[in-house]
């Protein structure tokens, strides 16, 4: 009984750097780009972070310097897609390399490797923190709160606002945005520069308010799950909240079990995210393809081919 | 000069620079989509473009702590004309030529392989089961560790390809996936059950004398000439052979290659599963050539190589021989400069990757024009 409280508790640690991974790659992809880079710009976040909470404490200053980190780092995606009109795959991996690199190597040349640092505390909800078995659920530090209301945010700006509109149909037929006066490339501009600050949010979440410290390639992979996870929930919002909670649980479980003595082979353990990634993805294709939920001008550079 | 003798185009530059200059930001730019560049217009800008990518590395290496002098020292002269790096070189170069066409062939079935790393480590668990198990005579260990790479890197190569074409499940996810899966496994196997007793590293047991790869010449590891046999091999496959057409219709336009017949969904299966059986060698060679049992990080930075080292070569593994071959000298430069200089290793990966924008960047200059739009009213 005890072991359930513990896991659902918890569960949203885990759950949220997933989710807001996953919300900054929607934001993104729904203006017609596609994100591969998310692992790399966790790691950016993750790093920045940690230097923030190292130079002055505050973790508040900490998170919104990895956002800002990691949307600095996506102005070269930027430049790539948008400008050069690379290869949107090409693109998004050699950013992710880029910053795998990067971080490694100021991580080490900074000697933030490894240095323990002060989360924040966590928040009761007081009435609902009683409750019994799902009480811990609702003792979490102040992000974890703040998470579904980034995600309201969000799609309330996707779907009431006319910027959101317009995000949209640039993503879904950018020469008809264009030909409507729509700024093409200004809106996936923005467009990657508010999702890759919402996926250096969810690195900085890792580093600094749950794991603590810094580690090269600490995101191990929670960037590639969360580009699963956007593909697996049809860029809806908040089917990838559902489907970031499913991976909290399963990554919240894998501790709970060591804890409670059950001896299972360490690694196979370790291995359930990837092995339930895999599962969902081929779930997802062998299932009745829900047609028209891809942006339709995913991964597609525009150029408007003007003649003289 | 007669007015009337002068060219037509002279005369129109003529007028156009009597006219007042517009300031810049007034000027209206228009991209066009170029048909064609010369070659040797393509070669200079994508030369043009490495130069720049290696600039940026050298300046990030000199802020990291390289002395400015010592760059050229430690990147061409220590590694190309000294001997004993020449051979690390060589001996560098073996598995990076392997991972390298692995890339190209993947990429040329248009299948975005990123499970070389993976497919490195299964061809490497087979080869060390072989040695560990003792299975078959002393004579035969090396071949039968070899079949069994081979077996082993293409048998992880399976399910991604098969998982496309059946239910077009996005390869990249499937193949990174899948990677993590087998550095899992191979964590397993040595933390648990193939850890060497004697030994406090997790590391398998060291490979017999017989089951090492041996010297060819002097220094010079048989893995070397068994990389370029492979080498050549794939180049046969993809350059001569009636399969190597088949695929340059598929890379061109799948359905217009299923229309005229070209066993499509075979030729792509076939390939990958070639790419992931070049992988598992590659993890084989490193195993059996050079650490001499099975480590937990022997296949790091292969993977993004592999595909590094396709993309530079524009798939073409003549092209790709070279680019390992450079590669493999940035790897023996970036372990010396880890002793010398404590650059951490990430510093190889961040090169790499600058090298890779740069190139991908280039590419934008050959395939677009910037027109100036004349007037601007318009």
């Not at chain 1, 410290?213 to 929930?233: E, P």
Request: with cysteine.
């Amino acid at each position: 009984m005890d072991m359930i409280a513990n896991w659902l508790g918890n569960t949203p640690d885990f759950a949220v750097p997933f989710a807001l991974a996953a919300l900054g790659l929607i934001l993104t992809e729904r203006a017609g780009v596609l994100a591969l880079g998310a692992e790399g710009l966790m790691l950016v976040g993750a790093l920045a972070g940690i230097g923030a909470q190292l130079a002055y404490g505050t973790p508040g200053v900490s998170l919104l310097l990895a956002m800002a980190a990691a949307s600095v780092v996506s102005l070269l995606f930027a430049l790539m897609v948008i400008v050069l009109r690379i290869n949107q795959v090409i693109a998004g991996l050699a950013l992710v390399f880029f910053c795998q690199g990067l971080t490694g190597l100021l991580g080490t040349l900074l000697e933030w490797t490894n240095k323990p640092v002060r989360g924040l505390g966590a928040i009761e909800l007081w009435p609902l923190s009683e409750l019994p078995l799902i009480g811990k659920v609702f003792v979490q530090n102040p992000l974890v709160f703040l998470t579904p209301l980034i995600f309201l945010a969000v799609v309330w700006l996707l779907t009431r606002t006319t910027t959101g509109l317009r995000l949209r149909a640039v993503g879904e037929n950018p020469q008809a945005a264009d030909a409507a006066g729509i700024s093409v490339l200004g809106y996936r501009l923005v467009a990657i520069l508010a999702g890759s600050a919402l996926i250096g949010l969810a690195g900085g979440y890792i580093s600094v308010l749950s794991t603590k410290l810094w580690i090269a390639d600490m995101t191990g992979g929670r960037g590639w799950i969360a580009v699963a996870l956007v593909i697996f929930a049809r860029w809806s919002p908040w089917k990838a909240l559902a489907g970031a909670l499913l991976f909290g649980c399963i990554e919240a479980l894998i501790p709970q079990l060591a804890a409670a003595g059950i001896r299972l082979p360490q690694y196979f353990v370790l291995m359930t995210p990837y092995a339930v990634t895999l599962a969902v993805m081929i779930w997802v294709a062998s299932g009745k393809q829900v047609s028209g939920s891809q942006p339709g001008a995913l991964g597609v550079p525009f150029i408007r081919e003007e003649r003289r | 000069m007669n007015d009337r003798l002068r060219p037509v185009m002279l005369e129109q530059a003529v007028q156009d620079a009597r006219k007042p200059r517009r300031p810049l930001l007034a000027r209206r730019y228009a991209l066009e989509i170029r048909q064609q560049l010369a070659w040797y217009w393509q070669a200079s800008i994508i030369g043009l473009a490495l130069l720049v990518g290696l600039g940026l590395s050298a300046a990030i290496l000199v802020a990291a702590g390289v002395p400015a002098g010592e760059l050229l020292n430690e990147f061409v002269v220590l590694t190309v004309f000294d001997l004993q790096s020449l051979k690390a070189v060589l001996f560098q170069a073996s598995p990076m030529i392997l991972v390298g066409l692995a890339g190209c062939m993947a990429f040329r079935a248009r299948f975005w392989n990123l499970g070389l790393e993976g497919q490195m480590i299964w061809g490497a668990i087979g080869a060390t089961a072989i040695s560990l198990f003792q299975i078959g005579p002393e004579a035969l260990r090396l071949p039968l560790m070899f079949g069994a790479a081979v077996v082993c890197g293409l048998a992880w190569a399976v399910a991604p390809v098969l998982l496309k074409l059946r239910l077009s499940v996005n390869e990249i996810i499937s193949t990174l996936m899948l990677n993590y899966l087998a550095l899992n496994f191979l964590l397993h196997l040595l933390y648990g059950s193939w850890k060497d007793p004697r030994s406090s590293f997790p590391y398998s047991p060291q490979f017999q004398p017989f089951e090492r790869l041996p010297d060819v010449l002097d220094g010079i590891s048989a893995a070397v000439p068994l990389a370029v046999v492979v080498a050549l091999l794939a180049l046969w496959f993809l350059g001569l052979s009636r399969a190597g057409l088949y695929l340059r219709f598929v890379d061109a336009n799948p359905r217009v290659a299923g229309a005229v017949g070209v066993p499509v969904r075979r030729m792509i299966v076939a390939t990958v599963l070639l790419s992931g059986a070049m992988a598992g060698i590659a993890g084989f060679l490193v195993t059996a050539g050079q650490e001499g049992r099975l480590t937990q990080s022997f296949y790091q930075g292969y993977g993004f190589s592999g595909i590094l080292i396709a993309f530079l070569a524009r798939n073409n593994p003549i092209a790709a021989l070279v680019v390992a071959l450079l590669m493999a000298m940035l790897f023996v430069a970036g372990r010396s400069l880890q002793v010398f200089y404590q650059i951490p290793f990430s510093m190889v990966q961040l090169i790499q990757a600058i090298l890779v924008i740069c190139v991908a960047s280039s590419d934008f200059f050959i395939r677009h024009r910037i027109r100036r739009v004349q007037g601007g009213e318009s």
